[in-house]
C-alpha cells in the first residue's frame, strides 16, 4: 500500500514554469515506479510522465517532451515535475500515481494501483 500527496500547484503566466511535488509513503517497492498524469477539463486522464527508480530511467508523453522534467529524489520519496514554457493547454489537474501493475503501459492510468488526491494547474495566458 501506498499514499500519495501532490503539492505544488496553483497558477502560472504562460511561458512560465511550475513545479509539482509527490511524496510516496508506504510500500517502498510498489513505490519504485512514479508517474504523473493530468487531466483536463472534459478530457481522458493522460500519463505525462514516469519516472523508475532502478537506474532511474524516464518516459514522458511526447506532448510534453522538452518542456517537463520528472525528477527523483530517493531519499525523500519524493517525485518532483518541473513544467516549463507553459502553454494554456498544460492546465489541468494534475495527479501522482504509484503501484505499476507488471506488464502494464507506462502511461497508461489503468497501470497503476495508487493515485494521490491531484493538485490543480491553472495557466494565464
Known amino acids: 500500500l501506498v499514499q500519495l500527496v501532490e503539492s505544488g500547484g496553483g497558477t502560472a503566466q504562460a511561458g512560465g514554469s511550475l513545479t509539482l511535488s509527490c511524496t510516496a509513503s508506504?510500500?517502498?517497492?510498489?513505490?519504485?515506479?512514479m508517474a504523473w498524469f493530468r487531466q483536463r477539463t472534459e478530457k481522458k486522464r493522460e500519463g505525462v510522465a514516469q519516472?523508475?527508480?532502478?537506474?532511474?530511467?524516464?518516459h514522458y508523453a511526447d506532448s510534453v517532451k522538452g518542456r517537463f522534467t520528472i525528477t527523483r529524489d530517493k531519499f525523500q520519496n519524493t517525485v518532483y515535475l518541473l513544467m516549463s514554457n507553459l502553454s494554456t493547454e498544460a492546465a489541468g489537474t494534475y495527479y501522482c500515481?504509484?503501484?505499476?501493475?507488471?506488464?502494464?503501459?507506462?502511461?497508461?492510468?489503468?497501470?497503476?494501483?495508487?493515485w494521490g488526491q491531484g493538485t490543480q494547474v491553472i495557466v494565464s495566458s
Open positions: 500515481a504509484s503501484g505499476a501493475i507488471p506488464g502494464g503501459e507506462i502511461l497508461a492510468s489503468a497501470s497503476y494501483q495508487y
Open positions: 519516472h523508475w527508480d532502478d537506474g532511474g530511467q524516464v
Open positions: 508506504g510500500d517502498a517497492f510498489e513505490s519504485s515506479y
